[in-house]
Each structure stands twice: as C-alpha cells, then as structure tokens.
C-alpha cells in the first residue's frame, strides 16, 4: 500500500565474533568457516567497520537497543522509559519476538531500573521462546515459553548429550531450529495476509554461537557448542569443541537463509528492511578459543572486554531500494542508535520528552556522510557476570550498589572520534561516575586499530586524555555496572 512504512526484521546473532562471517575475509590459520547466507546481506545491503554492540554481554547489549540509551544512563531509568517495540506498536506496527528474551526475563528485585518483565509486558504482541537469560544456555531445554505460558518439550526429557542429538537430531528439539521455525511459520501467514495489514517488527534472537550445553533447568552448564549436524566439519583433524564451533556459525547462517527465503517466498522482501547483527563481540567460553578462527579478526579482546574485540559487532543492513548493494560504511554507531534509526524508517516521531543518546544513521543507510557520534561509551568490570552463572535459588544475583554480583569495582570504555579510552575502575567508586582522577589507557583507533599502543602518556595523549575526562564529567554519566 502507497505510503506505507516498510517492515523492520532485527536478526540477533549471539556472541558472533566480528572475523567469524566469511564476509570479512579475516585471515585464519584454520580457514574460514562458510556463512553464504550472511554474506549475501552484505552482498545485497551495507556492511560496516565500525558498528557496535550496546555492552560487552548480552542483556545490558539488548537493552541499550530497546531503549537509546548507552549503558552509562541505564542506572536510574524510569520504569515508564519509552521502549522500542512499545513506541512501533503505538505507532500501528504489529510486533513480534521469538527466540532469546534477555533483557526481558520476567520482573526483578527491587530497586531495578525499567519495568522489563516478559516480552509480551515489554510491548511484544506474539512471543515464542526462552525467557531465561542463564537457561536458555541449554539448547535441548524440557520446555520454552509460548507467549506467557511454559510448553514442554517431551522430547528432550530422553537420555541427551553430543553423541545422541548429532546422531539423531530429529529426536530432539534444538532451541536454534525452534525459533527459525516459529518465525518461518508467522511470515508464512503474513504471506496471505491483506495488504493492508500493518507493518511488521519482528525480533529473531538465536541463543548460538554463544557456548552452551545438553543440560536441564536448573542446571546450565556449558560444554561447548552444541549443533545438531557437524556440517562436514568433523572431517577436519581440530579439537571437537572447534568443530561443534564452527558447525554452530554455519547452522546459524543456515537458518538465518532460511528465514531469509521465507521473506522472499512470502513477497515481503523488497518492502522489509534486515538488520543482523551480534549482541557482543566473540566468545572465548566453553572449551573454544577465539584464536582458533580468528573470530575477532585481529581485534584485541573479546567477550567481557572493553577493547575493540569486546564490543564491535559484525553488523549489516538490507534496505531494498535505498541501501547501495555491497556498499560499506566506517561511520561509527552502536546499539542506542537502532531505536532512533527504526522509528525514522517507520516515520514515526521521537518519543516525547525524552533524553536518547542514540541518533538514526538513516541518512548513512541513505548513502550520504554522517559525522561521528560525539561520543560512545560502554560500562563493565571486567569478571564472569551474572548473565553467565544461575545459582541454586535460581534467582539472578543483581545488586543494587552499581558492583558486579562478584563485588569487583566497575569502569568504562568510551570512544571520541579515532581515541578509544579505557577505564579499568572508576576511582570515584562512591558515586560510581567519571572523574578527573580516572586512570585512562588511550588508543588511536586510526593508525592502531588492534589497540596495541597505550599512548596516554605519549605526545599530546595527556592532553587528549585530560579533555576527554572533562567532557564526559560533563555527561551525567553513570560508570555503575549495569545488569551484571
């Protein structure tokens, strides 16, 4: 219908590495592993060299996405903030998740920011999927959630581990093939659906290749990267976990072409716009090596880091249209960017009042030269966080004093143009916000792109340093660390 905004399809890999899709052509002394269908959202769309998740993990990531903001302004949220699949449906978009909830796990102790609780609380009409952060670590679970309600899983209540599930995949239920399916199945019926039924959000949030196991709730153990079929890649003489790895990005870009076909099929293609991109940077969890394949492409660090391999995400865009085929962009942007970027593509306005950090990088999809942010900024300390460990209450360990579930005192990462700085922790650990007295590491992003040269004490890096401490003082920023 003329006029109509087009569809917004939000494609979620999990700790996908920013050198794991063979479209970056990173080099790997074990080769690169095959991902053709992601390849041909580059191939088609727009990919970028400097496009970022929201946090080093998962759930903080996925918030600073559904909100606009950086992890710094979380803290103290008000309950009632605007939420991106709450301002779509508002807007007449019809909005639907399946998959990995996080951050939306259900209600959490006070005093937390943000009403988060389960999708269809968070502004999801349709929802299908694993609602817990730590349990949804198990990709053969006894059940998942459909909507508000749990439905079992009978078949994963059999005797199940790596052996028994690669053997007979089609005796078991693989949480990677139920939320393809789910999604497959809904845009198959909105292929007869009228054509005046309302656009379409629909986040498809896959729990791989984050390392996982063939446990049972309450337990969530991770033993690897369980994949129903090795992809040929058991042939190779690599240690078992590097195979199940590296099968584990292939399936993951076999159903994401899968997923892709069904948007063809249905003829909602050229009127949809894709977005995929990974909540974080590689993982280097479960017995796997993020050096094994190069998953960060050379960037230093990786999940739980605030470097570079901790935080960029190998993102692409598909506009039909309007997005240059196998165009590729350097301007920088980062999750608190796709609120402001969905609503302009669905032409709705700003939510009244309130304070994004995030800006839309339309007019980067459009073709067209976008300055650098003024600033990006991350949160984090540094240990094995919550959103990884599930205690025995099943209750997950937040805290309320800014300090992680381990106590270890919270920093920051922030970037300024080509200066990345790095915070290890805040000095000032009483009100937990940047200060004067902060001991920051400072690289060139530019002519240093692994961050392999601390220059804050070299040449004009005090100064530069100095001047970045004092804007971000002037921010209001909190340096808490958030959901961890």
């Known amino acids: 219908m003329a006029g109509t905004p087009p569809n917004l399809l939000w494609i979620m890999a999990d700790d996908l590495g920013a ?63 605007p939420l991106l699949p709450r301002l779509l449906r508002q807007g007449g978009f019809e ?79 693989y949480t990677t093939d139920l939320f393809a399916d789910h999604a497959i199945e809904w845009l198959r019926a909105r292929a007869g659906a009228a054509a005046s039924a309302r656009p379409f959000f629909l986040y498809l949030s896959f729990t791989v290749p984050h390392a996982g196991g063939w446990g049972s709730a309450p337990e969530a153990p991770e033993q690897g990267n369980p994949v129903p079929t090795d992809l ?42 894709v977005f995929l991109a990974s909540d974080n940077g590689a993982h280097n969890e479960g017995g796997h090596s993020v050096r094994f394949f190069n998953s960060t492409g050379g960037l230093r660090g990786f999940k739980r880091s605030y470097y570079e391999g901790g935080v960029r995400s190998p993102s692409l865009v598909r506009w039909p249209g309007v997005v240059a085929p196998g165009s590729v962009s350097s301007t920088p942007w980062a999750f608190w960017d796709v609120l402001p970027t969905m609503l302009e593509i669905a032409r709705l306005p700003p939510p009244s009042g309130a304070i994004l950090d995030g800006r839309s990088i339309v007019p980067t999809l459009r073709g067209h030269e976008q300055p650098p942010p003024p600033y990006m900024y991350w949160t984090w300390r540094g240990t094995v966080g919550w959103d990884e460990r599930l205690p ?43 200060s004067a ?48």
């Open 19 to 81: 050198g794991e899709p063979s479209f970056t052509k990173t080099h790997s002394a074990h080769g690169r592993i095959s991902t053709p269908a992601i390849d041909s959202l580059a191939k088609d769309g727009m990919r970028f060299t400097a496009a970022y998740a929201g946090y080093t993990v998962c759930a903080p990531s996925r918030a600073t996405l559904f909100t606009g903001r950086n992890s710094g302004r979380l803290a103290g949220a008000p309950a009632d903030w």
């Open 392 to 434: 025995s209450n099943g209750t997950l360990p937040f805290r309320t004093d800014g300090r992680s579930a381990s106590g270890t005192p919270p920093g920051y990462a922030v970037r300024v143009g080509e200066w990345k700085g790095v915070v290890h922790a805040c000095v000032d650990q009483e009100k937990q916000v940047p």
């Open 95 to 173: 909005t639907v998740a399946f998959g990995k909830s996080a951050p939306m796990d259900g209600p959490q102790p006070a005093p937390q920011p943000l009403a988060w609780g389960l999708p269809t609380d968070f502004g999801f009409e349709t929802y299908a999927g694993q609602t817990n952060q730590a349990l949804c670590h198990n990709m053969y679970p006894l059940s998942y959630t459909v909507q508000n309600t749990s439905v079992p899983l009978p078949l994963n209540t059999q005797v199940k581990g790596r052996a028994e599930c690669m053997r007979h995949p089609e005796r078991f239920n």
């Open 437 to 484: 007295d902060d001991v920051m590491e400072l690289y060139n992003l530019t002519a240093d792109p692994y961050e392999a040269s601390n220059v804050a004490t070299e040449g004009d890096g005090p100064t530069i340093v100095r001047s970045i401490k004092a804007f971000l003082v002037k921010q209001s920023l909190s340096c808490a660390c958030w959901q961890c």
């Open 232 to 273: 040929g890649y058991g042939k190779e003489d690599w240690p078992i976990v590097e195979r199940d790895h590296a099968a584990s990005v292939g399936y993951l870009d076999f159903k994401v072409g899968r997923v892709l076909a069904a948007l063809r099929e249905a003829r909602l293609e050229e009127r949809t716009v």
